[in-house]
């Protein structure tokens, strides 16, 4: 079975911080994703990434960056947290074309 | 300018009839759909999907329909059940290693 874990369920963070958000898959998949769902907005694709060392902006890049130094983790980074970043952050991955996505649980992150 | 839209932001059916969720889009270059279910607090999970070279495909109690002259397509489920409650996502795919592009989600409710 494909895993994809996240590193946290829950975090709360202050305006201005620094965030990190991990994410691994255990099925040496080449694509790797990020999302935020919020309500009535569905997911929207933050970065994503079909390689090592590779990543291209998605729908919503702003206030976002992503890092991907290993093929199995790819992490989010919120420079400087701010409340409307607030929102379920969905990592996924993939093998390959008109493969099918898997997604981790998700972290609920809010920002205060 | 969303290109896949799910119109009906919930539905609610009686246990043991039918549910039919609708997805229209508007890329005619997508060639592969596919449906998520998202339980609250957990990561999407993939339920079934279609090429566009077929016009159905069927997983158990699930069906989905693809209409490619509409852009349309519609997932099936019968009978439905109270654990079917939860959001469903229709997702898109363009050819090549690209990524989803997703529906903002249905919620649907099975009334016991």
């Known amino acids: 079975d494909v895993k994809v874990t996240q590193s946290s369920r829950y975090l709360v963070k202050r305006t201005g911080e620094k965030v990190f958000l991990e994410c691994v898959q255990d099925m040496d998949h080449e694509n790797m994703f990020w999302y935020r769902q919020d309500p009535g907005l569905g997911l929207r694709l933050i970065y994503f990434s079909y390689d090592v060392k590779m990543k291209e902006k998605g729908d919503i890049p702003e206030g976002y960056s992503v890092s991907r130094e290993k093929k199995e983790r790819f992490s989010l980074i919120l420079e400087s947290a701010s409340t409307n970043q607030t929102s379920m952050y969905l990592c996924a991955s993939s093998g390959g074309v008109s493969d099918t996505q898997y997604f981790g649980p998700g972290t609920r992150l809010t920002v205060l | 300018d969303q290109q896949v839209k799910q119109n009906s932001p919930s539905l609610s059916v009686q246990e043991g009839r039918i549910s039919i969720l609708n997805c229209d889009y508007t890329n005619s270059m997508f060639d592969y759909f596919l449906w998520y279910k998202k339980y609250p607090a957990e990561g999407p999970t993939f339920l079934i999907s279609?090429?566009?070279?077929?016009d159905k495909n069927e997983d158990g109690r699930f069906t989905v329909f693809l209409n490619k002259s509409a852009k349309h397509l519609s997932l099936h489920i019968v009978p439905s059940q109270p654990g079917d409650s939860a959001v469903y996502f229709c997702a898109a795919q363009s050819p090549g290693n690209t990524p989803l592009v997703f529906g903002k989600g249905t919620r649907l409710s099975v009334i016991a």
């Open positions: 279609i090429s566009s070279i077929k």
